[in-house]
Every structure is written in C-alpha cells, then in structure tokens.
C-alpha cells in the first residue's frame, strides 16, 4: 500500500503521467467539463471532498510551477482565495522553487481548462472554487 497522503488510483496515475507544464484542474461542483477530457469525479455530496482538502493532497503529489485561477475569486469567494493561496506559498517553501500565480476572467479560464490534461472534481460548492495547476520540475 502507498506510503503517500493520496490513496486514489485514477489521481495518482493522473498526476504520475504528468508532465513538466501540464495542466490539472481541481474544481468544484459546478465548472463544466469536456466529455473528451479526462476527469476524477471525487464529488460525493455537497462540500465532500472540500476544494482545499483535495488540493492540499494534490499539492503534497505534485511538483507545481504556475497556477491559473478566475479573477472573480477575488470578490465572489475572498476566503477560498486566500486559503489556496497560502497553501501554493506553503507549497513554494517545500518545493524549494517558486509557483507563479495568474489570474484571467472566469470564461478564459474555462476555455483554457479544455486544454489540461485532467480534471479532478470534488464536492465543493462555493463560487469560482477552480485552480489549474501547471506541473514543473524539480530539478
């Protein structure tokens, strides 16, 4: 059995096939996703999994260079947006690199989730609770 915080096996494959800037988006209940595209559906039931709680496991996998997320976090969802955002520096600090954050309007975000390389949807059902996360290296 694995040793790591992500028990999942579709993610831990996902995350494993990643390469460096490859996209993966976390999202809550509500972003549209592609038929085409593949996707974790993790939802249970209304805020289970959280959207922190699966990208802090996601986080703890991951080798992060850059993260895109919607500029209307920012008003509509201030305390999501500032809980992810300490975990992306606490994240920072243990990768040893920094991770560059983007923010860009919430259609260009959908538009630019059509290109990641996965999807990961949880429970979460707070407004623009989405980041893409673009892989890096670690060396």
């Given amino acids: 059995m ?3 915080n992500l ?3 579709e993610l831990s494959r996902l995350i494993a096939t990643m390469g460096h800037t490859d996209g993966l988006t976390i999202c809550d209940a509500g972003l549209p996703i592609g038929r085409s595209q ?10 289970v999994p959280s959207f922190l709680a699966t990208l802090d496991v996601v ?3 991951l080798f992060v260079e850059k993260i895109l997320l919607a500029e209307e976090i920012k008003q509509h969802n201030p305390q ?4 992810l955002l300490d975990l992306i520096e606490k994240t ?3 990768q040893g690199k920094p991770i560059a954050v983007e923010y860009v309007s919430h259609e260009l975000f959908k538009q630019r989730n059509q290109a990641v390389k ?3 949807r949880t429970g ?7 980041v893409i996360l673009y892989s890096g290296v670690p060396f």
């Fill in 59 to 61: 986080l703890s996998e």
């Fill in 118 to 120: 996965g999807v990961v």
């Fill in 124 to 130: 979460e059902c707070s407004p623009y609770a989405n």
């Fill in 2 to 4: 694995k040793k790591t």
């Fill in 92 to 94: 920072a600090q243990s």
């Fill in 80 to 83: 999501i947006e500032q809980q």
């Fill in 7 to 9: 028990l999942n096996a």
């Fill in 38 to 47: 593949p996707c974790v559906d993790l939802a249970l039931t209304k805020g």
